[in-house]
């Protein structure tokens, strides 16, 4: 892969997770009965500091969960399927809760729609928002984030990489060729 550019910096970053998590606080009318949840491995990091924003904003710590969707993902096979081990972190009930799925990118919705099913699995949620950092387009799933940090349109031909100090030692979005 050919390095494109850099589409966000990290104060970019930060800001963009400061204004979704505005948007979810308003959106959802306070934070009573409201959860995060980042879906594995990069969609944690930034269900952690938009929950860390949510608690600077309103001074009230939210449920924070971790999903792990690889067992419900469709492209594995039953065979794969059997072999996975789930690494989700639920420590509270979904059950009537307000649950704010968060991923680094949205692209064909397809992660999006494996974590909607192994949420509806934990149990019976009031409500299922979607937040991404990036949306970069071709959606093959009727599937649309409720809050986005940025747009970044892509031919099929590129990929975007969201990198998050926590886990690659730097923030930033980045743009590459395949």
Known sequence: MKLKGQMMDE???????????????ERNHGTEDLCIIGIKSKGY???????D???K??????????LDITSYRDDLSNYTKKSVINDTD???SLIGKKVVLVDDVIYTGRSARAAMDAVMDQGRAAKIQLAV????GHRELPI???FVGKNIPTSRMENVLVRLKEIDGETGVFLYQI
């Open 53 to 55: 924003a949510i608690y």
């Open 90 to 92: 639920i420590p509270f």
């Open 144 to 146: 649309r984030p409720d």
């Open 133 to 136: 950092l990036v949306d970069r």
């Open 45 to 51: 990091p930034i269900a952690k500091r938009i929950a």
């Open 11 to 25: 104060t970019a970053v930060e800001r963009a997770i400061v204004r979704i998590a505005h948007q979810i606080v």
């Open 57 to 66: 904003i309103e001074g009230v710590r939210i449920d924070l969960g971790a």
